[in-house]
């Protein structure tokens, strides 16, 4: 019903970090891995990923060949779910959330993305591991707006980005093409 694309770029630490999240979570989505990486990163990201398979249904995918919204494009041919979310791999994306706005995506046909609410934080270390310093929340752009100029200012007042919601598949491919 649902794939989670989680991109990286030379960070094996924020896979170990983000996939160890999912795997303490019991996440039983699908997890796709798109992956930049140089060389060397690739085989520690593989060697990540395969420490997982056994817990979590998890996928990677080389997109060494792909640059920018191409990517997406390419990625998104391979989703087969009905919704599906983008991240990075410095982001998570929690769960119970995830499973609450697939409820409102199935009771609100009119709805192309919902998200929850957006929270950084800081560590005290430099890095994927170590103790929270600080978190704060992050503004997030609402396209429920019923002025399509209003929706576009938030977008362009620096909010964060939309991909950090959970979309209707069918749409996602429809915005990227």
Known sequence: MFTLIILTENKPYFIQRILGYYNHSQFIERICICDWSDADYVQKNRSIIKEFEDNLNISYIDGSDWIGISAIEHIMKMVDTKYVSIC?????????????CMEVL??????????????????????AFGEFLSTHPLPQVSLSNSCSLQRLQGILDGHTGL???VFRTNQLREIIQ
């Open 106 to 127: 199935e009771s609100s046909p009119e709805y192309s993305i919902a998200h929850g609410k957006t929270i950084g934080f800081n560590l005290h270390s430099f890095g």
């Open 163 to 165: 991909l950090n919601g």
């Open 88 to 100: 990075r791999d410095t982001d998570f994306l929690v769960p119970q959330t995830i499973s609450l």
